[in-house]
């Protein structure tokens, strides 16, 4: 985080702006909305500041900058069109820790303007650190569409009610579950209909017949093989409203971000021959936290329901009766194998297509090879980093050639995926010479020679490719 987002409260606080130009004027503009009183030098000064003067706010000077201008204010904008003046007040603006702003030049920043949304009292401020202020002005201007203009008036409905609802309950769960309930559901939509009165009193009703208890519930959540732009709108919702968070080893780190902040995170992931958090003692902990009237994130890679023991999970919470939501995740087959341009099915080259666990129990891989060796199909072993050589060898001795093309995803989706392809008989020198690590996903099948055609996800990963069992970065 380049610069800490702050609201500034400066109604009736002095501020400087040395410049007097239409960049000047932008920033009057703001602070002047903000009840700023502002003094603004500068010996020259456009016709559109001097008729902002009129009305008492900003006063004007016109001369030169001068040091003993810093004495008064609390914040310091630099809109000059002479790079060294600008410096110069930055300089002097930080020695006497003065927050200060120098317009398109955030290397002499210590405070910067970000582009707002304005439904007061509510406010959001969006900002690149000044490195691309056209982009933020455009997420603005998205946003703008997306937040009806009476969010301001939903706000201050809010803003009455507060002391009432906190007196009502006692549980802050409960407080913060009735609070959600209202601000997305009937009241919300009567206030954005210009009805305040009528949503006033319906949240009156709903206060008056709510309980003062949480009630707890576990959201089982796929989030996907790592990209956050896989998740669905859902499993966002949820994982936004969750009071504890249950994460797997193999949720990416900006998913996890995307998490409630001020929600508790408790990693239980498990790895080869590693299993600290054991699979019963996270069924007791949904449980129990559920139990206590928390709303429970047990958020987990790819799909929970794809070799993520989610059914597990559920069947437990089913048989003491707590309630839970499954939201779907775009599995790692599907995802990894999208972003390394290699479609699961194709018409001329598998009808269809199967997911193996590819881990190792006891050092053995027990499967049916012989079906797993059949023509016209593609196989995704999840898992099979490290029974790589098994799978190839036994595929290939059951009958599956060892030209058949191979290839291991490793990192999918994410801006580290490494894409290595080679054959059955090629494929794990190939993986051992670049030393993949897990998460890794292995694709075997025709469907696989159309890689090179279809990749689109390139750079940053790189495909990594076999000839004869060497390896060449392509």
Request: with cysteine; net charge positive.
């Amino acid at each position: 985080m380049d610069f800490l987002p702050l609201f500034h409260n400066l109604r009736g606080r002095s501020c400087l702006i040395v410049g007097g130009g239409e960049t000047a004027l932008r920033k009057l503009r703001a602070l002047v909305e903000a009840g700023a009183q502002v003094t603004l030098v500068a010996p020259d000064i456009a016709p559109a500041i001097e008729a902002l003067a009129k009305e008492g706010n900003p006063e004007l000077v016109r001369r030169c900058f001068r040091r003993r201008d810093l004495r008064r204010p609390v914040l310091v904008i630099a809109a000059t069109n002479d790079a060294r003046v600008n410096a110069r007040i930055s300089r002097l603006a930080q020695v006497r820790r003065l927050p200060v702003n120098v317009v398109d030049n955030p290397a002499l920043c210590s405070a910067i303007f970000p582009a707002i949304v304005d439904r007061s009292p509510l406010q959001i401020a969006i900002s690149t650190g000044g490195s691309a202020p056209v982009l933020a002005r455009q997420l603005r201007g998205r946003l703008e569409t997306l937040l009806p203009a009476a969010y301001g008036d939903l706000v201050r409905l809010a803003e009455r009610c507060r002391t009432r609802v906190k007196a009502r309950f006692a549980n802050s769960n409960a407080r913060r579950g009735f609070w959600e309930s209202v601000l997305e559901g009937e009241v919300a939509e009567l206030v954005f209909k210009g009805r305040a009165d009528e949503a006033e009193a319906a949240l009156v009703r709903r206060l008056d017949a709510a309980e003062d208890r949480a009630v707890g519930e576990v959201y089982l959540v796929g989030g996907g093989p790592g990209d956050p732009d896989l998740l669905t709108f859902r499993a966002l919702r949820l994982m936004q409203q969750a009071d504890i968070v249950l994460y797997d080893r193999l949720v990416s780190k900006p998913v996890l971000n995307l998490v409630r902040r001020d929600a508790e995170q408790i990693y239980v992931g498990k790895t080869a021959g590693d299993h600290p958090v054991t699979q019963e003692n996270i069924n007791r902990k949904l449980a129990e936290f559920a139990q206590q009237g928390k709303r429970v994130l047990r958020l987990k890679g790819g799909d929970p329901f794809i070799f993520g023991r989610g059914g597990e999970e559920i069947e437990y919470l089913a048989e003491l009766g707590i309630p839970f939501q499954v939201v779907p995740g775009i599995t790692a087959a599907s995802g990894c194998a999208s972003y390394a341009g290699i479609p699961l099915t194709h018409r001329d080259h598998a009808q269809s297509v199967r997911f193996i666990t590819g881990h190792r129990k006891d050092d053995q891989l027990d499967l049916d090879w012989q079906q797993l060796a059949s023509p016209g199909q593609t196989l995704v072993f999840y898992m099979g980093l490290n029974g790589l050589e098994t799978i190839c060898a036994q595929l290939s001795a059951h009958g599956m050639a060892a030209s058949t093309p191979a290839a291991l995803v490793e990192k999918g989706t994410t801006p580290r995926q490494r894409v290595f392809v080679g054959t059955l008989a090629t494929l794990p020198a190939i993986v051992r010479a670049q030393e993949a690590r897990a998460p890794t996903l292995i694709i075997v099948g025709t469907v696989v020679s159309l890689h090179e055609k279809l990749d689109w996800f390139g750079e940053p990963g790189k495909d990594l490719r076999g000839q004869s069992g060497s390896c060449a970065d392509t």
